[in-house]
């Protein structure tokens, strides 16, 4: 009767096929969002950072914006040490007072008592558009389809 070992996979040919795997798909940049996973992320953290423009207000008793540059494709805000570019790709549409707007920009304040000014961002992308609304009676920020 003759006995055969099953030896398996060595390390080093281990190590071979997942080196091989990593450089292909840093290659193939794998996507599996897609676009639709992006504007979500992008309009997330314009959602998080208008939430920490309003906290700033709040906790600095002091009126904070968030400016939105339609022109350059970018939002800032001075006070709460934000400057964010947004992608070409996105089109952005904004809504805000008379007053807050001008220039090609436009701002939603946040009080020191939470309200704010109040506003609307929309963001486009590829036919898909989230809204970001920021409510001027108690600031609340908030993010729908």
């Known amino acids: 009767m003759r006995v055969t070992a099953n ?3 060595t390390l ?3 190590l071979i096929v997942v080196t091989i795997l990593a450089l292909a ?3 193939v940049g794998i996507n599996f969002g897609g676009d639709r ?3 979500e992320s ?3 953290t314009l959602v998080t950072d208008l939430r920490y423009v309003r906290s700033r207000a709040m906790v600095g008793n002091v009126d904070t914006a968030l400016v939105v540059d339609l022109t350059r494709n970018v939002y800032y805000s001075r006070a709460a040490n934000i400057d964010r570019p947004l992608p070409d790709s996105i089109a952005l549409e904004l809504t805000v007072d008379r007053r807050d707007a001008g220039g090609g920009r436009g701002r939603i304040v946040f009080y020191p008592d939470g309200s704010s000014s109040g506003g ?3 963001l ?3 036919g898909r558009s989230l809204e970001i609304t920021t409510a001027w009676l ?3 920020v908030s993010l729908r389809e």
């Open 12 to 14: 080093l040919e281990l």
């Open 25 to 27: 798909s840093a290659l």
């Open 120 to 122: 609307k961002l929309r």
């Open 42 to 44: 992008i309009a997330r």
């Open 7 to 9: 030896r398996g996979f």
């Open 124 to 126: 486009t992308r590829n």
């Open 37 to 39: 996973a992006n504007l």
């Open 138 to 140: 108690n600031g609340y």
